[in-house]
């Protein structure tokens, strides 16, 4: 699938990376398709790309690359919105809201996005420990990991 978008240009999205958001992202009900755009000069960031209108793309990353004791403890019911699994059957991504400087740069924990592999559904969902928040510094995550 071709889309025009504010930040690629023109770019071709495979199949096998449009994810179906049923009840669309907070702040964007209205948007149900995206597309999970991997780009290796970026590392481990990727984008996640709107279908639906090429001015919302959000940068996600996996939270184990900063975080590796992340444990969000997600209720089972997300899971069977998607269709439920086993836990292989899933990825968690965390947004990123990318600042300037970029040490000033923060990766939600609190509110991962959960997504079946296989049938390509997805999900917001709101993590049960308070232990997490919305706004985790990156700088702090690196630094602890070290």
Do not use: W
């Amino acid at each position: 699938m071709k889309i025009e978008t504010h930040m690629f240009g023109v770019i071709e999205i495979k199949d096998d990376k449009v994810i179906t958001f049923n009840e669309g992202l907070p702040g964007f009900e209205e948007l149900k398709k995206f597309g999970i755009i991997e780009d290796e000069e970026n590392g481990p960031l990727k984008h996640l790309q709107s279908l639906e209108d090429g001015n919302i793309c959000f940068v996600i990353v996996d939270p184990y690359f900063f975080k590796k004791d992340y444990a969000p403890i997600i209720n089972e019911s997300y899971f069977e919105k998607l269709g439920g699994g086993e836990d292989s059957d899933f990825a968690i991504y965390s947004t990123v809201c990318l600042k300037t400087p970029l040490e000033e740069s923060t990766l939600n924990l609190a509110g991962p996005l959960l997504i079946h592999v296989d049938n390509k559904l997805g999900i917001q969902v709101i993590a049960e420990e308070k232990m997490y928040r919305t706004k985790h510094k990156l700088i702090d995550l690196i630094n602890e990991r070290g």
